[in-house]
């Protein structure tokens, strides 16, 4: 079964790969650049020290964005639980920003914490703030209140429950958020660098594409796909160890409505 | 035998809606005692009303009217302002659904009570091992409750309660969903523990053969509004072999006159 997965992925990709290569060929390697051009580059840049450098630029702005914008993102819920009030007021702006295009926000970033790393940074955890929020919120109001009662009679303060019932039955929903995170926050960071910038992955496909090296902005698209997948499986590793308790194969339920 | 909890006309009905008929009472009128150290049983069909009796009385619902004594200090009125539910740890709750905690094992779901109660020492964990070792969970310690069957989840719920050791517990048709002869292996479990340490127990259950083989003295609750039907002294003397209840002297007439009860 495993085994005939993995192949018809490999068939997958070598239609992929067939489909790009013919295009390259009919529209000319300058427009489009070939699968092999883009992978051998994609192997001479990684040893030459360049992929890594732009990288982990990008990665450093993911990562940095995802905890500025996701810790506030987790607790925010938590804090708010005895406050439907709050959560009822702030739930219009709530939607209106998670709705808003936050990548319009990229010029007015670079304009206020200029062009370094800051404005990426800002950009990621405005992405990367709103998604995990309602997933976390999902997760808080999908608790169970019969575990909470049961809590109750046995003596638990309302910390006790936030701690030993709430938190720990919302940890799949904030595992949703992030998983869906992660690609924003990588994307999220290459267009900011796409603006403006002097290094990063955004950075290569922005100059390759000034200097019509198509093979580049490829590289720099790859290179960004294959970090999407690490965290992802990172996510997934991580989500395995914390949720060993959960049966396997059971369907996780996440609502991103209001 | 002195009263551990005395109900008084309770009567209950969930609040109006604007614009509507007042909705219909669920409880009323309802008055009874239950002795320090007596497991009574309180039988009733289904949806008469047992559960929100428990959650009055555990203190996660409120009263509409009437009033509840529990050892001689009035702790449930209609005037009151907030609940404090389980009564500072004095009522213990074991419910229809076991409520778990999913992400604890066996153990740690046991324990969770003393945790919260200020932590775990060395008797607490003894005292956990003792009860597991009572109900026959050796061994599924660091089991989660999905890899528990029916019967293991409700003796881990159970003991759950028993090991903070409140002085009254209340158990909502705790067997209800197992298999018959699960049910009799628990029942035998239950009466054992109580032998050992008599708590004062309202197990709620709308079996007639497990309120006699359990209880004491059995309530029979009437349909919406639950009032009581009858009371009745259960004369089969302890301990009890609950296996062959049904061939006890006394059992068929004492089942004869609830059963005309339950209508």
Known sequence: ?258 | MAAMLEIRGLGKRFPARAGREPPPWIIQDMTFSVGAGELLTIVGPSGAGKSTLLNIIAQIDTASEGEIVFDGVLTVSPGQKSLRPGLDRRIGYVTQDDNLLPWRTTIDNVLFPLEVQGGIDDAARARAAELIQAVGLVGFERYYPHELSGGMRKRAALIRTLVYDPPVILMDEPFAAVDAQTRTQLQEDLLRLWSLKRKTIVFVTHDITEAIALGDRALVLSRRPARIAGEHAIPIPRPRNIKDIFTLPGFAAIHQRIRADVQ
């Not at chain 1, 699968?35 to 840049?45: D, E, K």
């Open chain 1, 1 to 258: 079964m495993r085994l005939r997965v993995w192949f018809d992925r490999l068939v997958v990709l070598l239609i992929l790969l067939a489909a790009w290569q013919a295009g390259s060929a009919v529209f000319g390697a300058y427009w489009l650049s070939s699968p092999w051009a883009t992978i051998s580059r994609f192997f001479v840049s990684l040893s030459d020290g360049e992929l890594v450098r732009h990288g982990s630029y990008t990665i450093t702005e993911a990562l940095a964005g995802s905890v500025i914008g996701g810790v506030p993102a987790v607790l925010l819920p938590f804090v708010l639980r005895r406050q439907p009030i709050i959560v009822a007021i702030l739930d219009p702006f709530m939607v209106g920003g998670y709705g808003a295009p936050k990548l319009a926000f990229a010029p007015l970033f670079i304009l206020w914490f200029g062009i370094g790393i800051e404005s990426k940074i800002a950009l990621v955890a405005a992405v990367v703030f709103f998604i995990v929020y309602f997933s976390t919120l999902s997760g808080v109001r999908a608790l169970d209140t019969k575990l909470v009662q049961m809590a109750q009679v046995v003596g638990a303060s309302e910390r006790q429950v936030g701690r030993h019932i709430v938190f720990p039955g919302a940890v799949p929903a904030i595992f949703a958020g992030f998983r869906i995170a992660v690609p924003y926050a990588i994307g999220g960071a290459v267009i900011a660098e796409l603006i403006s910038s002097n290094r990063g992955l955004g950075y290569l496909v922005q100059t390759g594409a000034m200097n019509f090296d198509t093979t580049q902005v490829f590289v720099a698209i790859l290179a960004a796909a294959l970090i999407v997948h690490a965290f992802i499986a990172l996510v997934d590793l991580a989500e395995r160890f914390l949720l060993r308790w959960r049966p396997r194969g059971a369907a996780l339920i996440v609502d991103h409505g209001t």
